[in-house]
């Protein structure tokens, strides 16, 4: 069983960054695909960027190319959302998900969500 524990969510400013973290327990993030999904309120959840098992190239919704990175660290189990250039539009309920092979909207492991709110 996999365990997903996210931080780092918060309010910022347009323009402004914020890192999010999500920590894995049970499974090492090297033997999982893993991946970010928001979902603002009214719509429905959205992929943000996930990266394949062995970390190869992350891949990037064009909603958010060029201003988020995803990046994992092997060490510390944990996988990071970096996000700079913060729009209004990016206020989301951020979750992480992760699987044994592949992740998508109905991955077998989510996190429990982390606020993220952009002020205009």
């Known amino acids: 069983q996999v365990q997903l524990v996210e931080s780092g969510g918060g309010l910022v400013q347009t323009g402004g960054s914020l890192r999010l973290s999500c920590t894995a327990s049970g499974r090492t993030v090297s033997n999982l695909a893993m991946g970010w999904f928001r979902q603002a309120a009214g719509k429905d959840r959205e992929l943000v960027g996930l990266?394949?098992?062995?970390?190869?190239?992350?891949y990037y919704a064009n909603s958010v190319k060029g201003r988020f990175t995803i990046s994992r660290d092997n060490a510390k189990n944990t996988m990071y959302l970096q996000m700079n250039s913060l729009k209004p539009e990016d206020t989301a309920i951020y979750y992480c998900?992760?699987?044994?092979?592949?992740?998508?909207?109905?991955?077998?492991?989510w996190g429990q969500g982390t606020q993220v709110t952009v002020s205009s």
């Open positions: 998900a992760a699987d044994s092979v592949a992740v998508t909207t109905v991955a077998n492991y």
């Open positions: 990266m394949a098992r062995g970390g190869s190239k992350p």
